[in-house]
């Protein structure tokens, strides 16, 4: 059978160990193909081939169901499932998602991009499957990186206090999330990992007792004591910790060795409860280059298979938002130990890094744990530290009641840096960085700002450094800058809450917000070719806003355009409005940024296109509407 053939995992049933190392190979052909053609996660799905193949063999996929945590190792899942014909799509408008979406497959049981959420998930499916009398199985897969979510945890505790509720928890343990994972549950685990295999214990002292004369088989249950009791003492670590929290815990397993993976699951599945299998895998397995490098070949953008390196741009970028930020940032912190950055297991992909290596004492990894790092930054900006903490606009959304109850009701100084503001492209939905603006402008305590490029995000990384006046945040896009000189040093702050004019014009007034200033601009040129002149201001601040130059225009053009890289509820030009409105002032304002809809996985720029937020698009648009006569106030999309 070869792989283009299985549209159902249930194909794969009875299929010899030597025909699934087969299936094997051609999921890590296919995965290695596409991955290199078109860019996506390399390193987790070639990681989990054997434990996908091994799990399915024990499941029936019409009826069990099978969660998997974030879904960056599902690649193997996508390509047994049905999708192997239009897997060189990965990642493209309407092509086949990066993650798991519900409305994909039907083999894709829960969709998720953020981590840690899996086994909350599976076990509200077998509470359900309980309730309502069914029998099907229930399996989450969780990375030994997301297990340091507190969300897992919690689920864990959960779930080990349900005795009669069968649940399989498999923790996939390659020692990695993207960057290496930190804390003491990965460390436990790396300890086991090295450990003797628990099996060897326990089949070796058995059969040591049936060679006993009078004995053989005799001694059954109570050798089942005893093994349970070596089991205690070879295992003192994990296994002892998940038995303790109301697991069966099973493991190690070695997570590319078929007839083992197939063997353990087969057994759990005959175990009442919850159970644990603990298996321990390679993440790049089957490709040196990504075995060698698993934190660089986590995710890649194109690149040659057969050398691994990346394809080069056909032109020079300028450098990209995160870069600047990281390049930044240590410059400050040489000459200001107070300053430490946190990440939330992302360090690589903030920038953060680069602050690890040269300055480690001011760099703190908390793990998957957004919550935490934002907290742990209160306590860091109550003793007087500059706590910056590095999280991209998507996750931080996962620490929203501690930005407001430990951070913005204590009025502390914490400078939130939100990498991946706005469209990010191929992950999706789940990454796409549209909500910071209005979930942090309704917050008492709390600054906004965002550049229009990378020079300006220089000044306001200095500006986050100085405020003391409580909470500042700052986004910025994911990708490159506009290519203007950088300083290497000698940023002066911004004023708070202060916008710049760029450009003057009667007819019409254009606020554009981060990164939208510049198609503001370009659709301003258009439309002055039409014979109208607008002014246009750069906002640099969502909150406060520049509120003694906007009004005073307003009042004088009478016709508003708020432009922003987010969505239009509750976000940048809602603020305007308010503003507006409350003045009394009589300005009709046109809100443009991102509709009531969900942004699905394409190239930024496609995205950019089908929502209309072109510098060309937005004069077009705006010539449509325009009217020489001033309006009574009216809000619209």
Known sequence: MHLSEVTHPNQLHGLSIHQLKQIARQIREKHLETVAASGGHLGPGLGVVELTLGLYQTLDLDRDKVIWDVGHQAYPHKLITGRYNQFHTLRQKDGVAGYLKRCESKFDHFGAGHASTSISAALGMALARDLQGDRFKVVAVIGDGALTGGMALEAINHAGHLPKTNLLVVLNDNEMSISPNVGAIPRYLNKMRLSPPM?????????????????????????????????????????????????????????HNLEELIATFQQAHQHHGPVLVHVATTKGKGYAIAE??????????????????????????????????????????????????????????????????????????????????????????CEGMRPVVAIYSTFLQRAYDQIIHDVCIQKLPVFFCL?????????????????????????????????????????????????????????????????????????????????????????????????????????????????????????????????EL?????????????????????????????????????????????PDILVDHAKPDESMKALGLTGPQIAERLLKQFNPQPQAVAVSD
Request: proline letters at 7%.
């Open 199 to 255: 099996q060897f214990l326990t089949d070796n002292l058995e059969e040591q007792f049936k060679h006993l004369p009078f004995v053989g088989d005799s001694l059954s249950p109570e050798l089942s004591r005893i093994k349970e009791g070596m089991k205690r003492l070879a295992v003192p670590k994990v296994g002892a910790v998940f038995e303790e929290l109301g697991f069966t815990y099973m493991g190690p397993v070695d997570g």
């Open 292 to 381: 060698q490098d698993q934190v660089g070949y986590h995710a890649q953008s194109p690149f040659n298979l057969a050398t691994g390196k990346a394809i080069p741009a056909s032109k020079p970028k300028p450098p990209d938002y995160a870069k600047v930020f990281a390049h930044t940032l240590v410059k400050l912190a040489e000459n200001n130990p107070k300053i430490v950055g946190i990440t939330a297991a992302m360090a690589t992909g903030t920038g953060l890094d680069k602050l690890q290596a040269k300055l480690p004492k001011q760099y703190i990894d908390v793990g998957i744990a957004e919550q935490h790092a934002v907290t742990l930054a209160a306590g860091l900006a």
């Open 419 to 547: 990498d991946r503001a706005g469209i990010v492209g191929a992950d999706g939905p789940t990454h796409q960085g549209m909500y910071d603006i209005a979930y942090l402008r309704c917050i008492p305590n709390m600054v906004l700002m965002a550049p229009k490029d990378e020079a300006e995000l220089q000044r306001m990384i200095v500006t986050g450094i100085n405020y003391t006046d409580g909470a500042i945040a700052l986004r910025y896009p994911r990708g490159n800058g506009q290519g203007v000189p950088l300083m290497e040093e000698g940023w002066e702050p911004l004023p708070i809450g202060k916008a710049e004019i760029l450009r003057q014009g009667d007819d019409l007034l254009m606020m554009g917000y981060g990164t939208m200033v510049h198609p503001a601009m370009q659709a301003a040129e258009i439309l002055s070719e039409h014979g109208i002149e607008a002014t246009v201001i750069n906002a640099r601040f969502a909150k406060p806003l520049d509120t």
């Open 550 to 594: 906007i009004l005073p225009l307003a009042r004088q053009i009478g016709r508003v355009v708020t432009l922003e890289e987010g969505c239009v509820m509750g976000g940048f030009g809602s603020g305007v409005a308010e503003a507006i409105l409350d003045a009394g002032i009589a300005a009709s304002v046109t809100r443009i940024g991102v």
